[in-house]
């Protein structure tokens, strides 16, 4: 029940009046009383006068100290037990010479405090009792709730599938189940325990597993989350690796650390066997194409050892053969001889296409500039220009027949695609490797989303260089953009060589050729 505000005004004076009264009237007339009861009625004054006060007040102060109802029903109590001296008051003041002979005054009086007290006995009592009971249904309430709360975030705590730990310090304090089924211990083993007793003394990466736990943990109390994989080790000293997420909480009894284990060993090894399976495959890709280039030299060196030199052989003897013969049949020979010089010519190019003798023969500086001297510019028409350091560069005869291959494959990639005017092709030598930097003027391409999804239409030739790069310890790296050309640049690994005293100085060389 709300009271109005003004009513609550008009009780509030009344009460605090009545008060009032009291006390003067005992102070007054202390002489037609006994001294106790004089006494009593100051101390009933006093006490209505802080119910008055106390009760009007009491609802705003019982929000903040929820003390105020106590206060109220022990003053009722006090009220209820003078009931009786009240009534004996009541009678007392109509002989007191207070109002001299005004009847109506006196019972003016009289009634004010009787209705005073009642209100002040029936409004203390009842706000007492309401606001205990509406205090303790909300109490009762919130303890429901709490219990709730901790019951469930006390079952998703114990439910989780990844392991829960609470420290405070550097000592576990609290864990759920999956702690002890991952660590395969029981909680006595764990509880108190440091982190870094489930690790072995140094983690895979050499650093000492304590001095790691302790560094981490410094960082999170700092306010850095952590997240990071870790090698822990079970009771029975099995190791296992683990994803780790370290966040500082703030609990009922100061900060702690949360800490949740995720066990990935099962993913690790999966993970390694992706890669196992990866390096194998191109192992396996690279014998396929070293295979290739060897089978290539060997048609090759057949093709020029024995059927373009046949085809030499037999020209030069049907040449022999025009002098006695009419001029009619030494025409057909010419024409026959003609014949023969462009089948050479085919044959030629074809073991040339299939594995070049120049790469063999005079290195891959030299057999790279013969591929852009017959590709570009004299099959072409594509200006070209080639810049050699020359540094010697000693490579492995798998690593030559890699590059070699990844150029030309390149350069078909510009002639196809590019509509290139002007190639720069640049081959240096940088500390332990080879560097060869390829740059067009073409119509560039989206590099980032061919190498990131390659498919027979487009970008497969780029993913299988990369590959083939990767096994030997190489790189390839791309730049380009629609409209703005591309820079292609393809690093390998050097052989060991003689000491630089023995090394020529190097003497850059630069050639162009116009299309």
């Known amino acids: 029940m709300k009271l109005p505000e003004r009513l609550k005004r008009h009780a509030f004076l009344l009460i605090c009046l009545l008060g009032i009264a009291y006390v003067a009237i005992s102070l007054a007339n202390a002489e037609h009383y006994a001294s106790d009861k004089a006494t009593d009625l100051l101390k009933l004054g006093l006490v209505v006068l802080l119910c008055g006060v106390g009760f009007f007040s009491g609802r705003e102060y019982f929000r903040f100290t929820q003390t105020t109802p106590v206060f109220l029903a022990a003053m009722s109590f006090l009220i209820l037990f003078h009931v009786t001296e009240l009534t004996e008051e009541f009678a ?7 109002f001299g002979e005004s009847t109506l005054a006196k019972r003016a009086f009289e009634t004010t405090l009787m209705i005073g007290s009642f209100c002040l006995f029936l409004g203390g009592n009842f706000l007492s009792v309401s606001e205990i009971s509406k205090a303790k249904t909300r109490l009762e309430s919130n303890l429901h709730r709490l219990r709730e709360r901790e019951r469930r975030y006390g079952a998703l705590f114990e439910a989780a599938n990844d392991a829960i ?114 390096r194998r495959l191109r192992s396996l890709a690279s014998e396929l194409s070293l295979a290739e280039e060897r089978e290539r030299r060997r048609i090759a060196r057949g093709l020029h050892d024995h059927a373009c030199q046949t085809l030499v052989l037999s020209k030069m003897k049907l040449q022999g053969l025009r002098g006695p013969l009419s001029a009619p049949d030494v025409g057909q020979i010419a024409d026959i001889c003609s014949a023969l010089d462009r089948t050479i010519g ?135 953009r629609i409209g703005q050309g591309s820079r292609i640049t393809l690093v390998a690994r050097l052989e060991a060589e003689a000491k630089d005293a023995d090394r020529p100085d190097p003497v850059r060389r630069t050639t162009a050729a116009a299309g």
């Open 165 to 278: 730990l609470i420290m405070q310090g550097d000592r576990i304090v609290d864990c759920n189940l999956k702690t002890l089924t991952m660590l395969g211990g029981v909680r006595e083993q764990i509880i108190g325990a440091s982190p870094h007793r489930f690790s072995p003394h140094v983690q895979p990466d050499g650093q000492d597993s304590r001095e790691k736990a302790l560094e981490k943990l410094a960082k999170v109390r700092a306010g850095e989350p952590q997240s990071f994989e870790w090698r822990h080790m079970r009771c029975d000293g099995t190791p296992f690796d683990a994803e780790i997420s370290l966040n500082l909480v703030q609990l009922s009894d100061g900060p702690c650390i949360q800490a949740i284990v995720r066990d990935i060993s099962e993913r690790k090894r999966a993970g390694e066997k992706v890669m196992a399976y990866q």
């Open 92 to 98: 007392m003041f109509q002989s007191v010479p207070l």
């Open 346 to 480: 085919s044959v030629r190019e074809l073991v040339f296409d299939l594995s070049s003798p120049t790469l063999y023969k005079f290195g891959l500086e030299a057999a790279l500039e013969e591929l852009l001297a017959d590709k570009l510019s004299a099959e072409n028409g594509i200006h070209y220009v080639f810049s050699d350091d020359g540094a010697p560069k000693p490579l492995a005869e798998d690593v030559r027949i890699v590059l070699y291959q990844s150029v030309r494959e390149l350069l078909i990639n510009i002639i196809k695609h590019a509509q290139a005017r002007e190639v720069t092709f640049d081959i240096a030598r940088q500390d332990n490797s080879v560097r060869i930097a390829i740059v067009d003027d073409g119509v560039g391409f989206d590099a980032e989303s061919i190498l990131s999804a390659p498919s027979r239409s487009q970008g497969f030739g780029l993913f299988n260089i990369k590959e083939r790069l990767d096994h030997i310890g190489g790189s390839l790296d791309i730049h380009s």
